[in-house]
């Protein structure tokens, strides 16, 4: 190995610990915000079977053309793909150890997925989701709900400038007729069409309306639209939907161009944009997706779920204005000498028995670098401790914001400590 420092791979990040508390207050606030609406926690490997993300997500999405990291497992062959969203493993998760044998499932995840993608503010190789799936659930109600328990979230986490698009992409059979339309609008316009769209044409031509290409916006804009083959029960669903949503003074508007990435969505889908995060403005999307748990091998069953990119919702975060929560220490232990150090390590401990948080100072150095230490730690109370203080069985308390150092007996000192925490 050479001697130059090794990095990080491109695109995936290292959280360091300034940030980490972050994500820590994040994480705590999103399992408090999930169990409010009965949704239980569950965790899948981050490696599966390739041909599942290639049945799941479909052969002609960007994501399984080029975004997919898969490889070959050098002992056995096997083919192998770092997990680029949640949606297929928690179905497969879900199927394999029969879940869904007699009751729906609220579920949820979080954690790291992968795409190799070109790396940018808010776009990552290795991002983190928090994904959302409600697994054996028809009606709006529950689409209704996930998109009400969004906006909650973002209640809670103070952020105002993020709006709500909703669509719907209907069932099969008005998906069938549209792509014909399409095709055939396409076919009559292909000098129009750029290389992707092109060879998009016969394999998914819905994809060729999502095309961010300039010139073909204008003959995107006049393709025959999916509304007009909707069916009058996904009309139905959706207008319940839309109704819910009224009557929680839940503001969306209706994006017919809205029709995701992945293709085992149908019915109602929605995505939640901010206009804060530049081109990476989508933090929060999803949809009904009822076709994909017979497409993966199992007994049909509706479903829907949603995913947030947990990078870009901190930079919102932040740059909203959020300060980080500080990370509470509760005592800094300071001692020099060899009897102090006896009873530094002793009273430390003693300390955490009654649940307080304490640093013991290591490493030695003077009472003033010491000190020096206690004060960057943000503790509340510095515990001094000298060998006549440790011959006593005494400490010294100093409350870090200012006020008088105290010396108490080492019985008393929990105590002494809790009451100027509590003065706080
Ligand atoms: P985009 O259009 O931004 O590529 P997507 O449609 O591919 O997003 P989904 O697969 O729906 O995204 O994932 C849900 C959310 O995960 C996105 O809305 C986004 O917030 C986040 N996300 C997706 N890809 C990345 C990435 N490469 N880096 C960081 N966050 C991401
Ligand atoms: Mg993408």
Redesign the pocket.
């Known amino acids: 190995m050479s001697n130059e420092t090794l990095q990080a791979v491109r695109g995936m990040n290292d959280i360091l610990p300034d940030e980490a508390g972050l994500w820590l207050w994040f994480e705590e606030m999103v399992s408090d915000w999930l169990a409010s609406y009965g949704y239980r926690n569950i965790r899948m490997p981050l490696v599966e079977p390739t041909g599942l993300f290639k049945r799941a997500i479909g052969e002609v999405t960007d994501i399984v053309e080029k975004e997919m990291y898969s490889f070959e497992d050098s002992l056995n062959g096997d083919q192998l793909t770092l997990r680029p ?1 949640g949606t297929a493993s928690c179905v497969r998760a879900v199927l394999q150890h029969n879940l869904l044998y007699n009751a729906p499932q609220r579920l949820y995840y979080s954690g790291p997925m992968f ?1 190799h ?1 070109r790396p940018q503010k ?4 290795q ?1 983190h ?1 928090v994904g959302v799936e409600a697994l054996g659930f028809a009606g709006p109600d529950i689409d209704a709900e996930q998109i009400m328990m969004c906006a909650r979230l973002w209640k809670r986490l103070g952020l105002s400038d993020v709006t709500l698009q909703i669509n719907t992409l209907g069932d099969s059979a008005c998906r069938h007729s549209h792509r014909a339309k399409l095709i055939a609008y396409f076919e009559q316009n292909l000098e129009l069409l750029d290389a992707e769209a092109t060879r998009r044409l016969h394999s998914n031509p819905l994809r060729i309306l999502d095309s961010k290409n300039p010139a073909m916006q204008a003959l995107i804009e006049a393709a025959p639209k999916l509304m007009d083959e909707l069916n009058t029960d996904a009309l139905t669903h959706f207008a319940a939907v839309q109704a819910i949503l009224t009557r929680h003074d839940i503001a969306f508007e209706i994006n017919p161009r809205l029709v ?3 293709d085992y969505y149908n019915r109602t889908v929605f ?1 939640w944009v901010t206009t804060k995060l530049g081109a ?1 403005g ?4 999803g949809g009904r997706y009822d076709g994909l748990i017979e497409q993966i091998g199992g007994k049909p069953a509706p479903a829907m779920g949603f ?3 947990v ?2 919702l901190l930079v919102l975060l932040q740059e909203a204005g959020m300060a980080l929560p500080k990370p509470r220490l509760d005592v800094y232990v300071v001692h020099q000498g060899e009897l102090a150090g006896q009873l530094a390590s002793q009273v430390a401990e003693q300390l955490r028995d009654v649940n307080l948080r304490v640093a013991l100072h290591c490493g030695g150095g003077s009472f003033k670098s010491q000190m020096k230490k206690a004060d960057a730690s943000c503790a509340v109370v510095a515990v001094v401790i000298g060998d006549d203080e440790a011959q006593a069985n005494e400490v010294s308390v100093k409350p870090m914001q200012g006020g008088t150092q105290v010396r108490v007996n080492v019985q008393d000192l929990a105590a002494t400590i809790n009451e100027l925490i509590k003065q706080e």
């Open positions: 969203e795409r993608e808010g776009r990552y190789r991002f989701q995701r990435g992945l995505e990476q989508t933090i929060c999307a995913a947030m990119g990078e870009r």
